[in-house]
């Protein structure tokens, strides 16, 4: 059987180690246009200097000879034959697959402000090659300004300050990481980053630019009608799958790579895996769903659950978090509880009797637990404030009719 997976990304690589281990026959092709396989989540501590380029490999160094995979790094597909079963890459040279695998990632957007598309001096931030052009932009004293407070503008943010370069980062929200935190969470790092230095601009619209006779950004224009001057802009303000290359391919595309529940696209013997399907952008989800569509690969029928669409970590100058559901989404039967103190900050999101969303600020621990609840849609035994000194000891035990843990017969009636 000839495998071809296209991207080297979390879904890419997992999908090949699961492919070796399932057909130790198989021969297995890796296309990508990376050259050297990296961490996305950790671009910002190449950014930030505390990682070489080679310590955002999440592979052992021998991964492609020891699971004897073809790698040609550096290689982008440009177009799918379908009807030969065979890839294009962009010196024209084909390769021919039985089963083809397409984990492409994402792409960032760049908003439509005049002048911000075609300026020399704006950067993304999803790749390592985006982390060594802002590197390089970074020079001491330099003016920056970030498009976009998520979790990758955040972190551009982070890279930026341990280089001794305060940017200003500029949101169309009210707050920052308006889709990882609430608001009293997202005001516990904003007053962080401003202590290192960041200044925002909330609930601002850049709406122009000034660029200079060379074709770069000297100032950044808001609808405020306030300027930031810059020296470069780094953009964080959403992505879109990687599908471009896929227009007429004869594969169905909507937002993403359509696929069904065994990770199939429309075309036979072609699967899609990670950010290029747009069903969730985080990285535990693209491993998963690469093991998967590994398995339907080698004709083991899986279904793909997306369990936490919604899940993010993080952890900035020492403050970590955990959220794990929509935080934000409250409708009118959602009982919300919250705790707090010096340190730390936790909220909980109760339906029914079942956890449906946490928050966890300063101590995570126990985030175990959590996960394992909302996951199985167990039936909280407490009510109030208790549920966060719930631990496992509190289980009953496994029953076995349900497959799944239980707090004990009386209380857990899911
Ligand atoms: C700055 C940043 C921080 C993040 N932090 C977190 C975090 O803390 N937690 C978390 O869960 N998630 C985080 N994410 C998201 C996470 O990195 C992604 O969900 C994950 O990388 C998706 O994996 P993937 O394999 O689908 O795609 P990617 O990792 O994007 O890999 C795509 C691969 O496809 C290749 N490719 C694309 N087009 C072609 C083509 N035409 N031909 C050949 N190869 C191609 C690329 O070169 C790449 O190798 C972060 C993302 C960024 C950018």
Not at 249 to 275: F, K
């Amino acid at each position: 059987m000839r495998y071809v997976i296209v991207g080297a990304g979390a879904a890419g690589i997992s999908a090949a180690r699961t492919l070796r281990k399932l057909d130790k026959e198989g021969n297995i092709t890796l296309v990508s246009k990376d050259d050297k396989v990296h961490s996305r989540c950790m671009l910002h501590k190449y950014l930030g200097g505390e990682r070489s380029s080679k310590e955002l490999s999440f592979i052992a160094p021998d991964f492609f000879e020891a699971n004897r995979i073809q790698w040609m790094p550096g290689t982008a597909m440009t177009r799918l034959n379908s009807s030969e079963h065979c890839i294009q890459v962009e010196d024209g040279s084909s390769i021919p697959y039985d089963r083809l695998l397409i984990a492409s990632g994402a792409y960032y957007l760049i908003p439509p402000v005049p002048g911000l598309r075609e300026a020399k001096n704006v950067f993304g931030f999803r790749d390592l090659s985006d982390a060594q052009a802002i590197r390089s932009a970074a020079r001491r004293g330099a003016r920056a300004v970030i498009i976009g407070s998520g979790l990758v503008g955040m972190d551009a943010a982070w890279g930026l300050l341990e280089q001794g370069i305060k940017p200003v980062i500029v949101e169309m929200a009210d707050r920052i990481l308006p889709l990882q935190l609430d608001k009293a969470a997202a005001a516990v790092y904003q007053r962080l980053f401003e202590s290192k230095g960041c200044s925002f601009r909330l609930s601002a619209k850049a709406s122009g630019t000034r660029l200079d006779e060379d074709g770069y950004v000297r100032a950044l224009l808001l609808d405020s009608q306030e300027e930031l001057p810059c020296d470069f802009l780094v953009v964080a303000a959403g992505v879109r799958p990687e599908i471009r290359f896929l227009e007429a391919c004869g594969m169905e595309t909507g937002r993403g790579l359509v696929v069904d529940q065994y990770l199939s696209t429309t075309v036979p013997h072609v699967y899609g895996a990670g950010d290029v399907c747009g069903l969730s952008g985080i990285w535990p989800n693209a491993m998963k769903q690469g093991i998967t569509a590994a398995k339907n690969m080698c004709g083991i029928l899986t279904a793909y659950e997306d369990v936490y669409a919604m899940k993010n970590t993080m952890n900035f100058f020492g403050l970590p978090s955990l959220c794990i559901g929509d935080i934000n989404r409250i409708g009118s039967e959602t009982q919300v509880i919250t705790e707090e103190d010096t340190n730390n900050y936790r909220k909980a999101l109760v339906e029914d009797g079942v956890l449906t969303g946490i928050l966890l600020v300063g101590n995570i621990s126990g985030s175990g637990i959590y996960q394992y609840l909302i996951k199985n849609r167990i039936k909280l035994p407490v009510f109030g404030r208790d549920i966060f000194r719930l631990s496992f000891a509190d289980f009953y035990g496994f029953d076995n009719q349900k497959g799944k843990f239980v707090w004990n017969k009386e209380a857990c009636c899911s």
